[in-house]
């Protein structure tokens, strides 16, 4: 299912039931390339998003981690949301702020290849931003 907003590829997930209220719907997908969410048909219970980034986490913890992302463009209205998310996203293992570091990393490294990670919002900032409201 290509993204509604910029015509890459997405990975599509089950969102974990504490997290829906959060999400788009029961199954959301990340795009690859801008890093939005949208609702989805159906996903994977257990997904990979190695399509996103090698570094990105999987299963329950890349699924929190993903519904976290799509969300921080909004991060000020969002906050309890992405804090929810980041937080069962650790509890599941993952390292949300060291994910976004990755990402942030890819994204600036692979600028101006095809198919590279052009988030939809400047991760640098909200990864400093979301340093200071985990804290």
């Given at each position: ?102 990402l942030a990393d890819a994204a600036d490294a692979d600028a101006d290849a095809d198919g590279a ?18 804290r």
């Open positions: 299912m290509p993204c509604q907003a910029c015509g890459a590829s997405t990975v599509a997930f089950a969102v974990p039931v504490d997290l829906r209220p959060h999400a788009p719907g029961t199954h959301a997908a990340l795009c690859s390339r801008c890093l939005r969410i949208q609702p989805a048909a159906d996903g994977a219970d257990e997904p990979s998003f190695e399509a996103v980034h090698p570094a990105f986490p999987s299963g329950e913890a890349g699924a929190a981690l993903a519904v976290a992302v799509g969300l921080l463009d909004t991060l000020a209205l969002r906050r309890d949301a992405i804090d929810d998310c980041c937080s069962y996203a650790e509890r599941a293992g993952a390292d949300a702020l060291l994910t976004l570091d990755r990670i052009d988030p939809h919002f400047d991760v640098e900032r909200r990864r400093h931003q979301l340093a200071e409201m985990l």
